[in-house]
C-alpha cells in the first residue's frame, strides 16, 4: 500500500498578525515569536524522512520553511500558488478597520461566503482553483514520499477540504478549520483513494515558547 503524507503547516507569527492586520499578499516577515516557532517546528519536524519542500512565496512563509529545509538539506519549491487569499482594499488594515471601511467586503469574508471576490482581491474559490492545481501536481510528482507546504490559515483551510472532497458538493456551507501560527494538518493519501486526516492545526510542538 503506498501512502504519500501531506504537512500543511501555516507560517509563524508575522508581525502583521501581531498587530492584527490582515496579511493577504502583503509580504510581511515574522515576528521575533514567529522566529523561535520556525525553529521548533524544524526541530519537531529533523528526524521526519521529508521528500519535499513547497512554500508560498510570500516573506512570512518562506522564513517560516527557511529553519526546515537547512534540517533536511532541501531546496525550498517557492510558488504563488500557495499565497494566502488576496483580500484586496482590505489588506495591511486592522480588523477593526477593514470593518469600519469596508463593511460588506468584512461581512463577506467572515461569513466565509466562498463565491465572493473580494474589492480589489479573490475569491475562496479562486483560491481554491490556483492552490489545488499545484497541490495535486506536487502530489503527483512525490508519490509515496513526505511533502511539507507552508502557506496561510487561508489556504490551508481551502486545501484541506480540498484534499477531504468537501468542496465537490454543489451547494457548500460555511465551513473553516482553524490554523494557529505553525499548526500542523497532517493527511495521508492511500493509494486505494482512503484519506486518514491525522491532526489539523497541532501545535504541540510550540509549547513552552
Known amino acids: ?7 500543511l503547516i501555516r507560517h509563524g507569527q508575522s508581525e502583521g498578525n501581531a498587530e ?7 509580504a510581511t516577515p515574522l515576528s521575533e515569536r514567529g522566529r523561535r516557532q520556525a525553529e521548533a517546528t524544524a526541530r519537531a519536524l529533523a528526524y521526519e524522512r521529508i521528500s519535499a519542500i513547497y512554500s508560498s512565496d510570500l516573506l512570512r512563509a518562506v522564513e517560516t520553511a527557511e529553519p ?3 534540517v533536511a538539506n532541501l531546496t525550498i519549491e517557492q510558488t504563488d500558488a500557495f499565497r494566502e487569499r488576496s483580500v484586496g482594499v ?5 480588523f477593526e478597520e477593514a470593518a469600519e471601511q469596508y463593511p460588506e467586503q468584512y461581512a463577506a469574508l467572515i461569513r466565509r461566503d466562498f463565491e465572493h471576490v473580494i474589492l480589489g482581491g479573490e475569491s475562496y474559490r479562486q483560491l481554491l482553483d490556483r492552490a489545488s492545481r499545484v497541490l495535486d501536481r506536487a ?7 513526505r ?37 500542523i ?6 493509494s486505494d483513494g482512503f484519506i486518514r486526516i491525522l491532526a489539523t492545526n497541532d501545535t504541540r510542538h510550540l509549547a513552552g515558547l
Not at 500500500?1 to 504537512?7: D, F, G, H, N
Not at 502530489?139 to 514520499?145: D, F, V
Not at 494538518?185 to 492511500?190: G, N, Q, V
Open 1 to 7: 500500500m503506498e501512502i504519500t503524507r501531506i504537512l
Open 20 to 26: 492584527h492586520r490582515f496579511g493577504g499578499h502583503t
Open 68 to 70: 526546515l529545509a537547512r
Open 90 to 94: 482590505m489588506e495591511g488594515l486592522t
Open 139 to 145: 502530489i503527483e510528482e512525490n508519490r509515496g514520499g
Open 147 to 183: 511533502i511539507v507546504i507552508f502557506s496561510h490559515t487561508g489556504a490551508i483551510c481551502i486545501l484541506t477540504l480540498h484534499l477531504m472532497g468537501a468542496l465537490d458538493a454543489p451547494h457548500l456551507r460555511p465551513v473553516w478549520i482553524a490554523n494557529a501560527n505553525c499548526g
Open 185 to 190: 494538518t497532517r493527511i495521508d493519501l492511500r
